[in-house]
């Protein structure tokens, strides 16, 4: 049996429906209501540890979500929680999603994914990390009053949908020689000036005036540090990861 931990959000519904056509699944979700249809639920809240033991009883296998919180110290918290819960509960092995340097980068966006990695290593439970890029779901390029523009400076992203990343999980929750490995998922490359060369469109690089979080990020792709390209991705889900222009284009009329 496949445990999905908070199961009602967006790559956990993606993960639950890859899964369900090739395991037993249980959806463990905060609130029953949202759970995803036609599989079992089970009530898990990351802030109620008992709830976690007894969503988790009886897993051979975990996906552990990383919690929703952007908090450093709440997330650390949930995911102490669901750890200590996996190790109760006797769950055969954890999968975790993480985050693209959480492996060695402890401050930041990945400090609470690099506590965790360390916390899972120190549990002693078998486990697979997913250290995932950020989701190209956020970043779709929009083209407005017939161009489209940008605050990314040109340089690369390298986003992976939800899709994807749920997809590659399922493999590795179903597969063979996972245990003990950290996988560095990243999807192709790709900048908003060439989108915008492929579709026909002109390009536009305008200031960064977009609110906290995404200005953030747009910072973060100026300064190169979504550039990183690993084979991993590719490699679990036995074929290439959608890109940028693929899924634009799916989505042309």
Same mark, same amino acid.
């Not at 890859?18 to 809240?45: I, N, Q, T, Y």
């Given at each position: 049996?496949? /445990?999905?931990?908070?199961?009602?959000?967006?790559?956990? $519904?993606?993960?639950?429906? @890859?899964?369900?056509?090739?395991? +037993?699944? /249980?959806?463990? /979700?905060?609130?029953?209501?949202?759970?995803?249809?036609?599989?079992?639920?089970?009530?898990?809240?990351?802030?109620?540890?008992?709830?976690?033991?007894?969503?988790?009883?009886?897993?051979?296998?975990?996906?552990?979500?990383?919690?929703? +919180?952007?908090?450093? @110290? /709440?997330? =650390?918290? *949930?995911?102490?929680?669901?750890?200590?819960?996996?190790?109760?509960?006797?769950?055969?092995?954890?999968?975790?999603?993480?985050?693209?340097?959480?492996?060695?980068?402890?401050?930041?966006?990945?400090?609470?994914?690099?506590?965790?990695?360390?916390?899972?290593?120190?549990?002693?439970?078998? *486990?697979?990390?997913?250290?995932?890029?950020?989701? #190209?779901?956020?970043?779709?390029?929009?083209?407005?009053?017939?161009?489209?523009?940008?605050?990314?400076?040109?340089?690369?992203?390298?986003?992976?949908?939800?899709?994807?990343?749920?997809?590659?999980?399922?493999?590795?929750?179903?597969? +063979? !020689? *996972? =245990?003990?490995?950290?996988?560095?998922?990243?999807?192709?490359?790709?900048?908003?000036? @060439?989108?915008?060369?492929?579709? #026909?469109?002109?390009?536009?690089?305008?200031?960064?005036? #977009?609110? !906290? @979080?995404?200005?953030?990020?747009?910072?973060?792709?100026?300064?190169?540090?979504?550039?990183?390209?690993?084979?991993?991705?590719?490699?679990?889900?036995?074929?290439?990861?959608?890109?940028?222009? +693929? *899924?634009? $284009? #799916?989505?042309?009329?």
């Amino acid at each position: 049996m496949i /445990v999905v931990s908070a199961a009602s959000g967006a790559l956990g $519904r993606l993960a639950v429906a @890859a899964l369900s056509d090739r395991a +037993e699944v /249980v959806a463990a /979700v905060r609130d029953p209501a949202r759970a995803p249809d036609g599989v079992p639920v089970r009530r898990g809240d990351y802030d109620d540890p008992a709830s976690l033991r007894e969503a988790f009883a009886g897993a051979d296998r975990l996906l552990l979500i990383s919690s929703p +919180e952007l908090d450093p @110290a /709440v997330r =650390i918290r *949930h995911h102490q929680n669901a750890i200590t819960a996996a190790e109760q509960a006797g769950a055969g092995a954890v999968v975790y999603t993480s985050l693209l340097g959480a492996g060695t980068q402890a401050a930041g966006a990945t400090e609470a994914h690099h506590v965790t990695e360390k916390a899972l290593a120190a549990s002693g439970l078998p *486990h697979t990390i997913l250290r995932h890029s950020y989701y #190209g779901d956020a970043f779709v390029p929009q083209v407005t009053d017939g161009e489209l523009t940008s605050s990314t400076g040109g340089r690369g992203l390298n986003t992976a949908f939800r899709s994807d990343l749920a997809q590659a999980a399922a493999n590795v929750l179903t597969g +063979e !020689g *996972h =245990i003990g490995r950290a996988y560095d998922f990243t999807g192709p490359l790709w900048t908003y000036p @060439a989108v915008a060369e492929a579709l #026909g469109v002109p390009y536009r690089e305008v200031p960064d005036a #977009g609110p !906290g @979080a995404m200005a953030w990020l747009n910072a973060q792709v100026r300064a190169g540090s979504m550039e990183y390209q690993s084979p991993d991705l590719e490699k679990v889900l036995g074929r290439p990861a959608v890109s940028m222009l +693929e *899924h634009l $284009r #799916g989505r042309l009329p």
